[in-house]
């Protein structure tokens, strides 16, 4: 059975740091690109960024330059630091496994599985 699990979320003040981990089982760890995507309340679900296995990165513009992924695969787990944190970084935060390489990264539906989020508040 694949599991998700994110941890690292919190309250934090602007200009603030945070970083989420996302631990996963059930597979093989380099089988995934992970994605990160956020959802606000009253919002879509928003892509953040993604890293494949290879190790390459990709971030969407409203985080670039603040925020960051990396994975570690002999740890399994996939990480996002975000720097300079705004009150509208504020959302439920997830991890997500793409295995099928059909289908843009930036959508979600192309997610075979998903974290369970956490919640990351920035305060003004």
């Known amino acids: 059975q694949v599991q998700l699990v994110e941890s690292g979320g919190g309250l934090v003040q602007a200009g603030g740091s945070l970083r989420l981990s996302c631990a996963t089982s059930?597979?093989?760890?380099?089988?995934?690109?992970m994605g990160w995507f956020r959802q606000a309340p009253g919002k879509e679900r928003e892509f953040v960024g993604i890293?494949?296995?290879?190790?390459?990165?990709y971030l969407a513009d409203s985080v670039k330059g603040r925020f960051s992924i990396s994975r570690d695969n002999t740890k399994n787990t996939a990480y996002l630091q975000m720097n300079s944190l705004k009150p509208e970084d504020t959302a439920v935060y997830y991890c997500?496994?793409?295995?099928?390489?059909?289908?843009?990264?930036?959508?979600?539906?192309?997610?075979?599985?998903w974290g369970q989020g956490t919640q990351v508040t920035v305060s003004s």
């Open positions: 997500a496994g793409k295995v099928r390489a059909e289908g843009t990264f930036s959508d979600s539906r192309g997610y075979e599985y």
């Open positions: 059930g597979r093989t760890f380099s089988d995934y690109a």
């Open positions: 890293s494949w296995s290879v190790g390459s990165t």
